[in-house]
């Protein structure tokens, strides 16, 4: 094997190393730069790409923190509002409550003086009935007729002994 003698190997180093170093300079010279601009600027978008995901987790830590004192400003005062509705309700219905006592009473107070209207009335009836029956009676008792006068007198003296009677 040629490749492997000593004078023959020693030249085919130098000119392995010799075309690496071109290589090297040509890529270091027009593919390095390219490469290396290529790679800063995908790490400058992942970096900007953290940098946003980080604005993003915090501004949605945020409006979360906003929705939920929300929230709960809402169920206070859902609160405030059904408690308030609750009290309303309670003393609406204790105004009710007052207003119907009171016209209950009232009903019960006419009734009463409807009832001592008709007691009266029944009694004047009945007075005016007592007296034409007594007047009648005494007529036909002393068989003569008796005047006005006669008959109002009469009548006066039977209505004064009626209520003086120990039955009414």
Known sequence: MPQF???FFSSLIFWEVVSFAILFFVLYKF???GILGILEEREKKIKDSLDQAERHRSDAERK???YEAKLNAAAKEADGILA???ERAQRLLEENEQRLTAEAERIKGDAARA???ERRAAIQD???QTTE???MVAEKVVQRSLNDADHRRMADDALDALAKSPSR
Do not use: D, G, N, V
């Open 31 to 33: 593919a390095f730069p």
């Open 5 to 7: 003698e000593s004078h």
């Open 64 to 66: 979360l923190k906003e």
């Open 126 to 128: 009945i007075r005016t």
């Open 133 to 135: 029956l007594a007047l």
């Open 115 to 117: 009832i001592e209207q």
């Open 84 to 86: 308030a509705a609750k």
